[in-house]
């Protein structure tokens, strides 16, 4: 079983959507997760990270940790075409690996 | 500020063909740094990661091989690839924390 699962989509939002992106992970010693957002063909970019669980909000986007059920989740709101991209959830312990889902791939229609 | 280089951005290699990824950071001292690899309908996976000059450390068994010559250059290498090695390779960077690592615009390696 993989450390971090995430569906794939693609989920489709007409602009101006609320956003909803979930991850499950399994590895009870992750401690920080983290949401990237990747465009096609380009290198992931940190979006934000959370420590344990609670919320965190960054202008348009919010991310959600509930350790208790092993759920990550990341808000979007007044999603835009720009935000179309793939967005990869991550967690980590005290190591150095981040343990990646696959990522949801997310298009936002005008 | 930080920025992170690779090079190069396309490669395509022939099967037994040795390899060479450079990637370097600016505007920072003494990174962490990782080499991940990105494949076909594959999570990304730590294949190296490095706490300063000289000190690597691998975390899966693999035909290839991590250096770093100096402080902020990462290279990874094989004597001869597989197809099993396409895929899209990513160096990343973070200070003494492993949660904040900033990626770079990553190399697509073809094997053929």
């Known amino acids: 079983q993989k450390e971090v699962e995430q569906d794939p989509g693609p989920l489709s939002v007409p602009e101006g959507a609320i956003v909803s992106l979930n991850c499950t992970y399994s590895n009870s010693a992750f401690q920080y997760f983290m949401w990237y957002r990747q465009y096609s063909r380009k290198g992931p970019e940190l979006l934000m990270y959370?420590?344990?669980?609670g919320n965190k909000e960054d202008g348009r986007f919010t991310a959600q940790v509930d350790k208790s059920s092993k759920y990550i989740s990341l808000f979007i709101r007044d999603s835009q075409p720009s935000d179309s991209a793939t967005y990869l959830c991550?967690?980590?312990?005290?190591?150095?690996?981040?343990?990646f889902g696959k990522g949801t791939s997310l298009l936002v229609t005008p | 500020s930080q920025t992170i280089h690779q090079w190069p951005a396309t490669l395509v290699q022939p099967v037994g063909s040795p390899l060479s990824l450079e990637c370097t950071v600016e505007g920072t001292s003494n990174p962490n740094l990782y080499w991940y690899r990105q494949a076909a309908g594959r999570g990304l996976q730590l294949l190296f990661y490095s706490v300063g000059i000289g000190q690597i450390s691998s975390e899966v068994p693999q035909n290839l091989s991590a250096s770093r010559p100096q402080d902020r250059q990462f290279i990874l290498s094989s004597k001869k690839l597989l197809l099993s090695d396409s895929g899209f390779y990513l160096c990343a960077w973070s200070t003494g924390t492993a949660y904040e690592q900033y990626f770079g615009p990553g190399t697509r390696l073809t094997v053929t």
């Open positions: 991550a967690g980590v312990g005290s190591g150095y690996a981040l343990n």
């Open positions: 959370t420590y344990s669980s």
